[in-house]
């Protein structure tokens, strides 16, 4: 993700030239991306509520994730005005945590309906979904004007198989146990994983000040 931002962002200073609306590697770099995020976002969601929902945890993640998301929209139309981020990953995955805990506990249920929802959000486009107050949920006949867009459908039903994985993976004895196993030489890797709203959301400006101070 990193990789994609930095890449994306010596395109808007004019260090390198790329299409990343239209480019087959630069869609299929980010559909990659945003798959594995939104699949372990479903897994993550298993394995938080494993012993048991904690609804005082859920909100207050809950809250953190709407507050990051409504930053995010700010941030974007200060630098987009006209391509602003109105229902990016961050929405998406606000919106997928609480309609995920309909499913927390039906894997099975979850692993069909996922693959149902990618099939309808990748076949079915009409044009009732082109209206502006419905474009969150996908199945549009075009791609809104939008620097990020992850729509309910296909990608929900990502979420949803994520949720799948992470109840087969606890049902392994062996996957359980590594849980509580860490290597010496995989702490960086889990701080970035246990941090990782915190690295979404400071990367980008971080990146965008170094280039434009070089620029």
Known sequence: MVVYHFCFDLCF??????NFNEDP????????????FLSLAGISLVLANRNGISWTDWRKRFS???GCAVLTSAASYALFPHTWIFFGVLHFIAAASLLGLIFLRLPKLALMGGLLLIVIGCT??????DQAGLQFIGMM??????????PLLPWFGVVLIGIFLGYSALEVKRFASMLK??????????????HSLLIYMLHQPLLLGVLYLLR
């Open 181 to 194: 196993w860490q290597p010496k030489v995989a702490t960086p890797l889990a701080y970035a994983g246990r």
């Open 64 to 66: 953190i994730l709407v």
């Open 25 to 36: 590697f630069w869609l299929g770099f980010r559909t990659l991306i945003v798959t594995l």
């Open 141 to 150: 006949t075009y791609k809104p004007f939008t620097e990020d867009y992850v």
């Open 124 to 129: 079915v486009k009409l044009s009732f979904f």
């Open 13 to 18: 200073y004019g260090f390198i030239r790329a």
